[in-house]
T-cell receptor, first 112, second 114 residues
Framework: DAKTTQPNSMESNEEEPVHLPCNHS???????IHWYRQLPSQGPEYVIH???SNVNNRMASLAIAEDRKSSTLILHRATLRDAAVYYC?????????????FGTGTRLKVLA | SAVISQKPSRDICQRGTSLTIQCQVD?????MFWYRQQPGQSLTLIAT?????????ESGFVIDKFPISRPNLTFSTLTVSNMSPEDSSIYLC???????????FGEGSWLTVV
């Protein structure tokens, strides 16, 4: 399974944008890039995913490098509620048995 | 989305005993997974629960220690057998409605072995 590399931790000031990087140099052509986050004392929740093009939703934006070897999750205005561990995961979108393998993630701290 | 209910939400167990964790989903799902999250760590996939057949275990996890059942498309159980303090973790059930889709997680079952 292709692996992802993320910084262990990051800090951001409230109301400022946050850019969370993820390296996935061994990504294959069929791998989707998924982001999940885990708030304290909760199970992980879906944030966003993409294949090749940049993606936007109400929670965040996902910027994918042209060679797909890296991506960046963008929180446009961080709030205290965004303090969580953010996981970047590669996942095959094709049919058949599949699984989600979580890396170490980035712990985001938001400063008031 | 999917609403996932796990029971128990929290338990304290004696060393050497076994505990079964239940995962109930509000509607049918294709895939069900069990994860373990040790204190301060990331999630580790234990196994994929297969409906009507034996679960598929990841490296380092065996059926004798973590037997899994999945009798239908909305329910699964994970048993942690012959527990030791090293089994103290959060155990999380996750589901997906279709292959390649987003997965959803329950709140987890917090297990402490004393």
């Amino acid at each position: 399974d292709a692996k992802t590399t993320q910084p262990n931790s990051m800090e951001s000031n409230e109301e400022e944008p946050v850019h969370l990087p993820c390296n996935h140099s061994t990504i294959s052509g069929t791998d989707y890039i998924h982001w999940y986050r885990q708030l304290p004392s909760q199970g992980p929740e879906y944030v966003i995913h993409g294949l090749t093009s940049n993606v936007n939703n109400r929670m965040a934006s996902l910027a994918i490098a042209e060679d797909r070897k890296s991506s960046t999750l963008i929180l446009h205005r961080a709030t205290l509620r965004d303090a969580a561990v953010y996981y970047c995961i590669l996942h095959k979108g094709s049919s058949g048995t599949y699984k989600y393998i979580f890396g170490t993630g980035t712990r985001l701290k938001v400063l008031a | 989305s999917a609403v996932i209910s796990q029971k128990p939400s929290r338990d304290i167990c004696q060393r050497g005993t076994s505990l079964t964790i239940q995962c109930q989903v509000d509607s049918q799902v294709t895939m069900m997974f069990w994860y373990r999250q040790q204190p301060g760590q990331s999630l580790t996939l234990i196994a994929t629960a297969n409906q009507g057949s034996e679960a598929t275990y990841e490296s380092g996890f065996v059926i004798d220690k973590f037997p899994i059942s999945r009798p239908n498309l909305t329910f699964s159980t994970l048993t942690v057998s012959n527990m030791s303090p090293e089994d103290s973790s959060i155990y999380l059930c996750s589901v997906s409605r279709a292959t390649g889709n987003t997965i959803y997680f329950g709140e987890g079952s917090w297990l402490t072995v004393v």
